[in-house]
Every structure is written in C-alpha cells, then in structure tokens.
C-alpha cells in the first residue's frame, strides 16, 4: 500500500508541475525582435563620406594659387651678353635654380628675332613658330645676297639657342625685331635690331596675376615700376633679379629688401666654357 501511495503522490506532483512549462515559451520569443531593429539601423551612416568628396575642389584651387611664375626681360638683363656681364649665363643652371630657390613652376622669356619676310602678325594671338621660322630662312639664305646671308645667319643663331631654351623649360616669348639704321665710323649703314618686348611681359604679368601668388622679375627696367608696385600692392610676393649698375632706381624703391644683384648669381648660374 505504502508504494501505491507514493505511486500516486508522484502522478500529482507531475500534474502540478506540468504548467510551469509554457513560460520559457513566453520568454525566448520577445527578446529577439529588439536586436533585429538595431542592425536595420546601421546602413544610414555614409554620409560623412560624401561630404568631404565634395571639398577637395576648394583645396586644389588654393594649391593653384601658389606658383610662382618668373618674367625674363632678355634685352634688358642680359644685354652685352658675356661681354656686357662678365660672364656667359647656363640657362639650364638658371632655370633650375629658379625652380629650387623660389619654388618657381613657370619662366617666360622675352626676345626678339629678326624674321625677315617670314610671314607673321601679331593680330594672329599665336607664338612665331621657331621651326618654322628657321626653314624658311635656311631656304631664303640660299639666294640671298652676301650681306643677307650674314644677317640671316644671325637670326638662324639665335633661333638655335631659343631652341635650346624652349627645351629647358623656358617659355618662348619671341616677337619680331624691327630694324633700324645708323651709320658705323665708316659711314655705312648698320643695321639696329629692337624688339620693345615691355608691353608683352607687363600685358603677360597682369593676365596670369590671378595664377600666381609671387612674382620674379629679372628686369632693372624702369618702366616696368608701375606694374611691380601693382602687383606688391595685391599682395604678390616680389622678387626682383638684375645688374645693379643697370637697374632703375625706381625698381630700387618697390623692390627693396627684395632687389638681388645678378652679379651675386655668379657662382651658381655661370657658363664655363670648355
């Protein structure tokens, strides 16, 4: 009797116990649908990103802004060449140490050459063509007279060594040279070769101002006073190259601090011949 009764104990505690099961039914299904809420989330956040694509124009305008160009007045600084000087220049040192002292991305160069009947106009807003200019010469000193042909020859000299330049790095600011005539102490006409390049270079210095925020100015020109005091007034930084004996005093004045004797550049810059 005494195993029937636990018998029967043990049937009602299992009736008791068994509806206690359903709450780890309850339980387990709600806490799941909170964490899928969260994951859905997450995909919004690429925006930041966007954002900074979008300002990079701005800070390659301002990189812009800071070349330096340099303007060479040929005719003016190197005028007598070595003779003049006292040295022969290497363009090749020139330009280097323009683009390592001063940071300077571009150089032009202001020349003049005598073209003869080359046909070419000003109007046109177009660079003479050196190789162009140089062909049709070679052919023109091929029935020219004696006198031509030695005049040619010079030309055809000095379009080599603009050449030259122009591979450097130099921009060729290259115009046609008029001609004059004065009489030697023979009396017999020689010709006079000018090529005012002045308005080229100032007309160049104010439509690139806007590319640039230093100027370099191999010049001792005064006329050129105006542009340069210009340009330091908006606030280009001013660097002026020239032989001291042939610079203006107002070129003096607006460069200042800022004014290097070309004589100085003797040792960097000098052509040593071989």
Request: net charge positive.
């Amino acid at each position: 009797m005494a195993f029937k009764f636990f018998m029967r104990r043990d049937a009602k505690d299992k009736k008791i116990t068994t509806p206690a099961a359903p709450k780890v039914e309850i339980k387990a299904p709600e806490a799941k649908p909170v964490e899928v809420q969260k994951v859905e989330q997450k995909p919004v956040a690429p925006k930041p990103a966007e954002h900074k694509a979008e300002q990079k124009p701005a800070a390659e305008t301002k990189k812009d802004g800071e070349n330096v160009y340099a303007f060479i007045d040929a005719s003016n600084l190197f005028w007598g060449g070595r003779s003049s000087m006292g040295f022969g220049v290497d363009y090749k040192k020139l330009i280097e140490f323009l683009a390592k002292e001063y940071h300077v991305t571009k150089v032009f160069y202001y020349g003049g050459v005598r073209i003869f009947d080359y046909e070419y106009s000003v109007l046109d807003n177009e660079l003479i063509n050196l190789t162009k200019l140089e062909e049709h010469l070679k052919e023109l000193q091929k029935t020219a007279v004696e006198k031509d042909v030695i005049a040619i020859e010079r030309s055809l000299s000095k379009i080599n060594f603009y050449k030259i330049l122009e591979n450097y790095g130099y921009i060729m600011k290259i115009k046609p040279a008029k001609v004059f005539y004065d009489e030697d102490d023979e009396n017999e006409e020689k010709p006079l070769l000018k090529a005012n390049c002045d308005v080229d270079m100032t007309f160049d210095m104010m439509r690139y101002m806007q590319q640039y925020s230093g100027v370099v100015a191999m010049t001792g020109d005064g006329d050129f006073a105006s542009v340069l005091s210009y340009l330091k007034a908006h606030d280009r930084k001013l660097i002026v190259f020239s032989r001291w004996n042939r610079t203006a005093k107002e070129i003096k004045t607006v460069a200042g601090d800022n004014f290097v004797d070309f004589e100085k550049l003797r040792s960097v810059v000098q052509q040593y011949r071989r």
